[in-house]
């Protein structure tokens, strides 16, 4: 394959590879970089029990806000690693810097409309309850 060709197709692939999260009330956009979801978690913690979303993750580099970070607030507790964001004007919760890995970015699935939530299966459940930096 000639290179031209080559470099047509990472562009197509990479259009293919997008896809667009967005809270409720549309200030806030991201475009995440990702072929296949790669699995969907809930977790147990005190603060995902009360959110009730599933999530999945990306490398941080493959997450980018392009409308709204203005908008975007942090929510932090306990040891304050861990950084929690939503939306200032609607409340949603778009994503998070989990403490266990913040090279990571996880993120609400229920804000990408072309996913149905509601129909996943094999949903994974992180047990953030007993968190592994808690152990000692
Ligand atoms: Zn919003």
Redesign the pocket.
Known sequence: MDSLNERYLTLVRKKENMKKL???????EVEINLLEFEKFIRCNCSICKRKGSVMSMVKNENFKIIK?KD?LKIYQFNTKVAKHY???????Y?HNNPRSNPKMTAFNIGCIDEVDTFSLKKIHIADGQNHPLDKK
């Not at 967005?22 to 806030?28: Q, Y």
């Not at 939503?86 to 949603?92: E, L, Q, T």
């Open positions: 967005s809270c409720h009330c549309g200030e806030v709204g908008k939503f939306c200032s004007i609607c409340g949603i778009t």
